[in-house]
């Protein structure tokens, strides 16, 4: 009693304290029922409700009670801040007549004047119902006591969901995991996904699964959650497998009492007991049947496939040499798009380019990849000039029209104007085109050792060359005056003659002395007057004819000779002719003759010296 | 007389020549092994003691391009076709290296007439130009006698058309070998030894950047101003570096 008056005691007190909170009138009720089953349908409302509230009529259904009314309030003071939460629910339990889809429409209640209505909202009944029927999952069923170990397909399975399972290579296929149960799940020990070789994937985000719902599966209620969301692009023609996914999950079992339940075991039960279990389960693989694109692709298609638009832009057209000018090729639309590559640009060879690069605003949703990609292209003009780039294609294969589609980017035209002075490039830098000499190697180096001489000591330039030129020189020009003088004298006889004096006279007593060693007088005698007069007469250029003895003492005396020795001369004469034509022979003198003669033609030949 | 003295000459000579022989075999054994370096210190050795030969020039050049030193490579593979510029294994390893270092310019062609007197020039080496001067001289030098002092007439217009041919060919051959002398001594040519290097309008830093040139290119040092050089490239464009930058062809006794 009292425990009432304080409560009634605080609520009026905390009345004041009110905070009104944004009024909502929910309802909440399953969304799959079956046949024989019965269910709550409970409506909420977070005030307190001025006059009745109008429910709605459950006609397809029996109203097997309500509606219960409950209230419940809640204080919270956080940061000084008191805020009170009320609510006022009203249940009504049911049970569905036949199978089908049914609408609920919405119930009415007034707050302060206002008037709130729930949502209206559709329930669906399957089954045949009757007795033998499923029966959720949380209440204790009335089967046989010992816990049954059901096929796996029976109480719990993961499935693999394709939006479409024939595709061309490139299209976009969107792909669920969920899982289906009909059993409690405590929780799962192992997550294992296929590699799902074959596609490009992209996951999508999926919220993490807290609650399963339920969901009529041929006829059947399951509860179910989706595990994973992504988008899938096949990259191969032909048929490709989506490989099961395998998870381990632990699941309470509800364990059946052994004894009979009594009528106070059912007022009393707290619920079903449970036993834990662990379970293996996997999807089965799905076949995706890979369609390979047409084969009269156009030339500038690289694998794009969906629909899209192209845009080309530059960021200036009037440039001057050496300044950097940006291109953006930006694709716009829904496709593999991260899988484009950047259309090749025929650039002019006096345009330095750079590797473009890429950007992108891709939003991966159930549509695919839906967004844009843009490739930005820096190019530097070198030389001055008016260029063209050209018109870029791009191409993409559209699957839904299953056609190849071409877009073409307008032409840019750059003008370059001379560059600042500063940048004449006029040799470029190294790395040559002549590539054929790399990969050979140099020869080898000169072994022999020979050839070594002193730097400078090159015979040209050196002293021994002027000197053996100036030699050659000295010597043509000895040559010269000597040949010169030579015939000078040659050309006088007379100095031919004096020269053959010697000569003549030398032989002429040699040939003598032989005379004299073979004992010949005569002709010993002859050969020495021969020599005698022969002398004399070369030495002073008298005429044979002309030679006597007194021209030739008349010349000796000019030339200066002693009389003395004019008289030995005659004397010898004398006596040479008379040995040589007197009878008899006197040998004696004959050696004594000789030598007097040699006496006299040296002293001759000294005394003419000139 | 002359002979006799050479030869003794030669006699006093040899053994250091003998020397420097050996210096080389260990130099080429250091090589073939591998030790590019020792054997580069090897070659120093006979440059520093006064010697040369093309084949240490070339052998050097490979030395130094084993070491992937490539300026010094060219400069002494140009240093070897200075003396040696008919020979095939040196103006295969000169082509090589002129393809891997180097900037590629323009050549302009030579004056025909140019490019005969340097076949010409380049028939005998130096001192074989020399000799051949020699013996030129020296028949000029028979001839002019022969003319004197033939007694023919016959004989004597003979000569002395001789004698003025032989004139002719031996300072040719004079010219020929003083040719070849400056090409070998007093060559203006010069290869790039730094990475790289700005060419200036004037010789000083604040002079106008002409042109960019990295190292192996090779050029004419056309003028010398202080420590920069005015130089040529090969396709005519003029500009001064510093001294330091470059390295000179020819032949001298100092060596880099």
Known sequence: MRKIAVFIVSFLFFAGLLKAADIEFTVSAPKVVDASEQFAVTFSLNAKPGKNIIFPKFNDFVILGGPSQSSSSSISIINNKVTQSVTYAYTFYLQPQKAGTFSISSAVAEVDGKVYTSRQFTIEVVGSGGAAAQQRP???ADKSTQAVTTAEGDELFLKVLVDKSSVYAGEKITATIKIYSRVAIAGSEEEKYPSFAGFFKQDLPTPQLRQLERENVNGEIWYSGVLKRMVLYPQKNGDIYIDPVEMQLVINRVVQSAR???IWDEFFDSGPSYQQERKRIKSRPVKIQVRPLPANAPESFNGAVGDFTLIATADKLQVKANDAVTLHFTIKGKGNLKLIEAPKINFSPDFEVYDPKTTENIDENTGGSTGSRTFEYVIIPRHSGNYTIPATEFSFFNPQSGKYVSLLSKKFDLVVARG???????????SRDNVTYIGKDIRFIKTKTNGLYRIGSDFYGSLWYVLSLIFIVAVTAIAIILGRKTIRENANLAVVRNKRANKMAIRRLKVAKQHLDANERDRFYDEV???LWGYIGDKLNIPTSDLSRQSAFDKLQLYGIDDSILQNISQLIDNCEYQRYAPGSDDSQMTEVYKQT?????TLDQKLKK | MK????????????PFVAHANASMEKANRLYTEGNYTEALQEYKILFDAGYHSASVYYNTGNAYFKLNRLPEALLYFEKAALLAPGDDEVNYNLKMVQSL???KTEEIPVFFLKRWVMTWVHLMSLDAWAWTSVILFLLTAGFLLLFLFANTLSLKRIAL?????MLIFSISAVVSAQARYRLMYLNKGVVVMVSNVTAKSSPAESGRDLFVIHEGTRADAIDQVGEWCEIRLLDGNKGWIKADDIAWIRLTKQTK
């Open chain 1, 598 to 602: 040699v006496s006299v033609i040296t």
């Open chain 1, 138 to 140: 949380q209440q204790g």
């Open chain 2, 161 to 165: 058309y001789l004698t003025v041919v």
């Open chain 1, 260 to 262: 009979q339940r009594s």
């Open chain 2, 3 to 14: 002979y006799k003295l050479l030869f003794i000459l030669s006699m006093v000579i040899l």
């Open chain 2, 101 to 103: 270092t180097g900037d």
């Open chain 1, 420 to 430: 600042d002075g500063e940048s004449t490039a006029v040799v470029s830098t190294a």
């Open chain 1, 529 to 531: 007057l021969k020599a």
